[in-house]
């Protein structure tokens, strides 16, 4: 439950959400966001392309690609802030898809803040109650308590150039919280964070999403902002969505060679599967032959497939290694990570081939450059493609 909507008066609710009783009184739906079939075009460019995507009553998603891929626009078209080419977006059930900005309670946290530098924290925080009449009482009272809730009580007077980047946020997030959203919107707004601030922070966005029990759709290219905090991550690629999961499906089991390429350290080797059984497929690649495990989709001797392997599943092959994949390769130099280590190899077909270790620094660097090894991995360990479609 929303703490604000929790202990607001009963008297007049219309005061306290800043819309009329008619819009407010939206039948809970078990979906809080549903976008269907939506696209944008911008002249020939199509930036989004037939946009299908629901989000659960109180579910953080998050949605991640790279630069270009489609999400802010997509995190704009959600606010009213972005028209779209075709397509609907429902709120609780109810048609939002020409709703003005104003009327869908959809606050956006913006990657810059967007804060307003002559107005001082409080006035920073009231500014979305401003656009429409509230009882003096009912913002002092929300202000406060919207200010506890992000540790701002003792900075409500304070300059906004006074304050940290850690603060700034928290007042972009309290001054989209005052309205009491049916859904928060972020688009980035860790990017400007220091690394260490930037952890800190996931850990107090995540639990004020839990406490408030509202949706959190957050924008992001960084995979470890996405995994730490969303229920689900969407990931898309060239105005698509290439694939929808929980953090542990979406590493364990990408659905596409973008996702295998973009997500995690993933090892790719192309090859031809040469034999089928009722348990594994042996595939023949450059670097050698390769197994994996037969799931649902069936592979037929001759289809062209992609191995993937995830990097922190390699290791140093022992003597025999009897039912595991192994391939040789050469040891091109190495990174140490602070509780890992990444190892840079190279194959005799001159392909790059990566694997991690949680080791010490000291243990690597008993490995000497250009030494000979002879990597393994368990056969279950093995992740099937398809065919890339060029």
């Known amino acids: ?103 869908r309670n959809t606050p956006m ?61 928290r007042v972009a997030i309290a001054r989209a919280l005052i309205t009491e959203p049916k859904i ?36 992001t290219h960084n995979q470890n902002e996405a995994f730490s905090m969303a229920d689900r991550v969407v990931v898309m690629n060239q105005g698509n969505i290439d694939q929808v999961g929980t953090p542990t499906e979406i590493y364990s089991r990408p659905a596409t060679h973008f996702v295998a ?7 790719l080797f192309d090859g031809e599967v040469v034999s089928v059984s009722e348990k594994t497929v042996t595939v023949s690649c450059p670097q050698g032959r390769m197994q994996a495990l037969w799931h649902e989709q069936p592979h037929q001797v001759g289809d062209r497939v992609t191995v993937v392997v995830p990097a922190e599943r390699l290791s140093l092959a022992s003597a025999g290694t009897p039912g595991e994949n192994t391939i040789n390769a050469t040891l091109r130099g190495f990174e140490f990570m602070g ?21 010490a620094l000291d243990q690597s660097l008993s490995i000497p450059i250009n030494s000979k090894l002879q990597l393994s991995w368990k056969i279950q360990d093995t992740i099937l493609l398809g065919e890339q479609i060029q």
């Open 339 to 359: 509780s890992q280590v990444i190892y840079f190899l190279e194959t005799d077909t001159g392909y790059e081939v990566r694997m991690i270790r949680q080791e």
């Open 1 to 103: 439950m929303n703490p604000l909507s929790a202990a607001k008066p009963q008297s007049n609710p219309s005061l306290q959400t800043g819309v009329p009783l008619t819009e407010n009184a939206i039948a809970a739906t078990a979906h809080d966001l549903e976008i269907r079939g939506v696209s944008k075009q911008f002249g020939s460019l199509m930036v989004l392309n037939n946009i299908n995507l629901s989000v659960k009553a109180g579910e953080f998603i998050a949605i991640m690609g790279p630069s270009g891929c489609g999400k802010t626009t997509l995190l704009r078209i959600i606010a009213g802030l972005e028209g779209m080419t075709s397509g609907e977006i429902r709120l609780q059930g109810k048609d939002i898809t020409h709703l003005p900005v104003h009327r």
């Open 109 to 169: 946290v913006w990657q810059s803040f967007a804060l307003f530098p002559h107005l001082n924290v409080q006035q920073n925080i009231t500014f979305g109650l401003t656009l429409i009449p509230h009882n003096r009482a009912d913002v002092k009272r929300k202000v406060q308590e919207v200010a506890k809730m992000m540790h701002l009580e003792t900075m409500l007077n304070r300059p906004i150039s006074q304050l940290s980047g850690g603060q700034k946020q």
């Open 184 to 219: 928060l919107l972020l688009d980035e707004p860790m990017s400007a964070l220091d690394p260490h601030l930037r952890v800190r922070m996931q850990g107090e966005l995540k639990r004020l999403q839990q406490t408030l029990d509202i949706s959190f759709i957050y924008v």
């Open 261 to 267: 390429e973009f997500v995690g350290n993933n090892n």
